[in-house]
């Protein structure tokens, strides 16, 4: 998967490669789905939701340019398994999923794994998740018609947001950086397509 999938295509990052090898992506699809867990798509995961492609995780991990020093978190939990990845990159990362049965397993895989620098929370994160902020990085595996506009606000200096942008039918990948200033360095990184952000209410 990683060779193929993933420097293959351009993912050169050490440190996102190096974590990507190291997590077991079969312990976070359904087991009826384990045969197909290192393939080159995305997966049903149960509650509507989807594992992302391996590319995609690896894409918007190097997209934020996540370091070890880094206080990362992630909108949209799913399954755990970019948090998971993450968690062998940065110093903390905070993994917010509004569907309380994923968060709840995916809290159970990392335990199981011993990995104890990824908190997972059952919350709605279409605004972020003020308590620990700011956040050296923020990714959002789903995509929002428009950027939420809360997201921004809880970004480090120099801290980089990424997110898909757009409806179903035409969803750009889209990194923002914190300047020094306080505004916004936007980068479009190319077509994408996810599952739509959803908040907690609906």
Request: charged content about 20%.
């Amino acid at each position: 998967m990683v060779d193929n999938q993933i420097i293959a295509r351009g993912i050169s990052d050490p440190r996102v490669i190096d974590a990507m090898l190291q997590v077991p992506r079969e312990l976070f699809v359904p087991e009826a789905a384990r045969a197909l867990a290192y393939s080159d798509q995305p997966l049903a995961i149960g509650e509507g939701q989807t594992i992302s492609q391996p590319y995609i995780v690896a894409l918007m991990i190097e997209a934020a340019a996540i370091g070890p020093e880094d206080h990362v978190l992630e909108i949209g939990a799913g399954s755990g398994y970019a948090a998971a990845v993450m968690g062998r990159i940065a110093r903390t990362v905070h993994a917010v999923e509004r569907l309380p049965a994923l968060a709840r397993a995916a809290g159970e895989r990392m335990r199981a794994l011993g990995i104890d620098n990824v908190t997972i929370i059952a919350a709605d994160g279409t605004r972020g998740w003020r308590a620990h902020a700011p956040y050296d990085a923020i990714l959002v595996p789903a995509a929002a018609a428009a950027l939420p506009p809360e997201l921004p606000d809880q970004l480090a200096p120099r801290g980089r947001l990424v997110l898909p942008l757009g409806p179903a039918s035409q969803q750009r990948l889209i990194r923002l950086t914190r300047r020094e200033d306080g505004g916004l360095a936007e980068a479009d990184l190319g077509d994408v397509r996810f599952v739509p952000l959803i908040a907690a209410d609906g």
